[in-house]
């Protein structure tokens, strides 16, 4: 922390000529604050955040409703494998170390996407508005990934707190192959 703070007011007293090359070297620490690795629960739901998100992209790019049917048949599985293995495991454990309104908010944002999720399966996607409810599935998704990923959020408040995540980790990953090969889909 003396460090970062050292260097940003280093940074604030240098001369406009150096700011550029200073300004680069700031932004690299700011987004490494630590050299530390995440630990493996947190790296392991944020890798599934980052695919699902990729997937909700791929989709607004598709025309075939048969290319939609599939790539939101994946979304979906991969959603209720990622909000089970918090519900079951993450949250539960976490619930002494994150802010309970956090965590119960979270639990309602997992609710409200999985009525969303049965609304969409229950449709085709030749059907009105079954784009409009995937866009906004996605939308809802970023919103509720938000909130666990940013500064103060459950996955910052979860690695100060006294679990071991890395151990956590360990049986998010199990229960995820689990859930993956019950519902037969393919691990990332």
Do not use: C
């Amino acid at each position: 922390m003396a460090t970062a703070k050292a260097s940003t007011s280093k940074s604030s007293s240098s001369s406009k000529s150096s700011s550029s090359s200073s300004s680069k070297t700031t932004k690299t620490r700011r987004t490494r604050r630590t050299g530390r690795r995440d630990p493996l629960a947190i790296s392991l739901l944020k890798k599934d955040h980052r695919e699902v998100e990729g997937w909700f992209d791929e989709y607004e790019q598709l025309e075939a409703d048969s290319e939609k049917l599939e790539l939101f048949n994946r979304i979906a599985t991969a959603l209720k494998v990622h909000t089970q293995i918090e519900e079951e495991i993450f949250y539960p454990e976490e619930r002494a170390d994150v802010e309970e309104d956090m965590l119960d908010e979270a639990y309602v944002e997992h609710d409200g996407a999985k009525k969303l999720i049965a609304e969409i399966e229950a449709m085709k996607p030749s059907d009105d508005l079954y784009d409009a409810k995937v866009k906004v599935l996605g939308e809802y998704i970023k919103h509720h990934v938000k909130e666990e990923e940013q500064p103060g959020g459950i996955f910052a408040q979860a690695k100060k707190g006294d679990e071991d995540l890395d151990a956590m980790g360990e049986r998010l990953k199990a229960r995820k192959e689990e859930l993956m090969a019950e519902y037969g889909a393919k691990l990332n």
